[in-house]
């Protein structure tokens, strides 16, 4: 395990250096969260916490089109001119598509009664917020300041548990969502001034379709791709809520937070050095089946702990740890552990397709992932039953995710051998 451990992770402080520092920053915003959560768990009710829930799967499907993500293009621009321009085209585009989002978001409120009508405002200004922070986070990156993304991250992190213990204290209605609102602003600030820093400016607005002209190829691939993705994700918060109830969500989505802790630390950081380490071999000709192989066991060995501790204690630690309130989302992790197990040991290997210029399989599997969650809702909700959906939630995902990987093993083979 440790020669594993050596070959994945060699050199850390040289080619690893800028993703050792979005960890640093990813690693610290998770220790922050986790710390405020206990307190938050008491002071907001599961029906809260699944208000927050759609509110941000909502915004999440919204926000995969955000800049009809041509902020991507900012990373192979070398002009600070070049970048000024599609920085300001892109500040102003998302603020035409939180006006176009808000009013989709309107109609389908007034069907499904899921969000409340203050929810929209704090909607809007969360699009927008989060939208131009993807875009300042793409600039940064475009210039290399991975500290300021990294401290990005950490000002959210930070200002969401200091205004969420704020307003649970004085017992706002929707604390939550302004405290996610809030944190989005801080963040959305401290980027631009970072970003004015790194020279962005502001007195000479360019047209904007001239500014974006030669970026038309992220709207046409991309955003479709990230859309799909967006919807397969987040469905099932949505349809908890249409079809269960808030309190239900709210359980799931305190479930899937803890579940997933060891990918929201770690899975980000080993996919960017897996990625750039099978690019390499790739290129080289020597990436071979046995790669994926070896970070899976590593993997699969760092996860073992946390799904051990789930599967057995899951449903009394979690109670304890957050209050009695929250005893169901403790039966909804120890069950969903395998699944978050499955997750994060996949994870490592996400950018596959990619390395093996094979991204035609991605949305072919979201579709099929998106196609069996609206199936197992329609089969589901007209029983009420919520665990057969959960099992049958834990069965679908897990066998995606072998199959997604055997796919990727079977194309590594089949390249290799020709």
Known sequence: MKILFWHYFKGWRNLYFDAAKLATGTLAAQIINLISLPFL???????????????HAVATIGLSV?????????VGLSAIEAKNRLVQALLLLNIILGVLFILLVGGWQY?????????LLILFFYFICVANSL???SFLNSVSDYTSMSFGKLIQAISFSGFGLLLGFLSWDEGLLLATMGSAMAQFGFLLAVGIKHGLIWKDFPNPITAMRSHWQFVYYSTPASLLDAFASRLVIVGLALFFSNELTGAWFMA????????AILGGVVSRVVFQDFSEKKSDGKLEAKHFYSIWRVLALLGAIPLAVLVLWGDRIIPFFLGPAWTQAGEIAALMSVWGYVSFVSSSTSSGFIVLSKQQFTPVFNFIRLAAIVALFAITSKT???????????????????VRNMTMIHLVKTQKNA
Do not use: C, K
């Open 135 to 137: 875009v300042l986070d």
């Open 256 to 263: 899937e937070r803890i579940v997933l802790i060891p990918l």
């Open 384 to 402: 009420g039953n919520f665990y057969l959906f959960l099992y049958g939630f834990i069965i679908l995902e897990t066998v995606r995710s072998v």
């Open 111 to 119: 069907w499904s009664g899921t969000l409340g009508d203050s929810h």
């Open 41 to 55: 768990a008491r002071l907001f009710s599961s029906q809260d916490f699944g208000s927050l829930a759609v509110f």
């Open 66 to 74: 955000a800049s009809l993500r041509m902020e991507l293009a900012l």
